[in-house]
């Protein structure tokens, strides 16, 4: 079946620094790839997306590519703001060599703390 | 417009009473999705409708849990004889369809946290 492994948090960064949160999945054939992020007291939010193999997702300031030989979707982003804090969730659908009816497969999720 | 709301958004419950959870979808979205997600982990899938049917019912944990949709509207997630595991933040997605190549985005409702003492 599918699975989405992401790397461990909590994540604490100062302000401006470079993120990478590291995402790599196992699924057959070719799944869409998102990225969810829930703020603090907050729902889950679509961040972006790609939806085939070297497709480059963006949002926010926020990229993530879709790279099929390495299996991975990782979040970067150039410079981390205070308010980027949030838990953020690498996240597959289809690609199960069957009818996946769009359901979502999630990561464990990462914290992000941004200190000014 | 009006995004996915659940309610109640906190519930206590005793173990092995019934509980029931709910979500209004945005309207006209035919697609809606159940997810659990316990404490420190991951959302996992739990049960899919499109329209009124449930053609994916994988993801529930036992027959204590079912699930139903009315009107293509509203769906009621219901967790019998609740059992201490069952403590979790369930949540709802909705979508405009399903699709097997580029996927719909899902919204997310802010979801119910179910607590069982």
């Known amino acids: 079946g599918n699975s989405v492994t992401q790397m461990e948090g909590p994540v604490t960064l100062s302000e401006e620094a470079f993120l990478t949160i590291n995402c790599t999945y196992t699924a057959t054939g070719y799944p869409s790839l998102f990225w969810y992020v829930q703020y603090p007291g907050e729902g889950l939010q679509l961040l972006l997306k790609a939806t085939k193999a070297d497709d480059k997702g963006s949002n926010k300031g926020f990229e993530a590519t879709y790279r099929k030989e390495t299996t991975s979707f990782h979040l970067e982003k150039g410079s981390v703001q205070v308010s980027d804090s949030a838990v953020y969730f690498c996240a597959l659908s289809g690609g199960a060599g069957g009818t996946s009816y769009g359901k979502l497969t999630f990561g464990q999720g990462t914290i992000l703390t941004v200190h000014p | 417009g009006a995004g996915v709301s659940q309610s109640p958004s906190n519930k206590v419950t005793e173990k092995g009473k019934d509980v029931e959870l709910r979500c209004d979808p945005i309207?006209?979205?035919?697609?809606l999705y159940w997810y659990r997600q316990r404490l420190g982990q991951g959302l996992e899938f739990l049960i899919y409708?499109?329209?009124?049917?449930?053609?994916?019912k994988s993801g529930l944990p036992s027959d204590r849990f079912s699930a139903e949709r009315t009107g293509e509207s509203v769906s009621t997630l219901t967790i019998q004889r609740t059992q201490q595991e069952d403590s979790a933040v369930y949540l709802c997605?909705?979508?405009?369809?399903?699709?097997?190549?580029?996927?719909?985005?899902?919204?997310f409702g802010p979801g119910t946290r179910l607590t069982v003492t």
């Open positions: 997605a909705s979508s405009p369809t399903h699709v097997q190549g580029p996927s719909y985005e899902q919204y």
């Open positions: 309207s006209g979205h035919t697609a």
């Open positions: 409708f499109q329209g009124n049917s449930a053609p994916d």
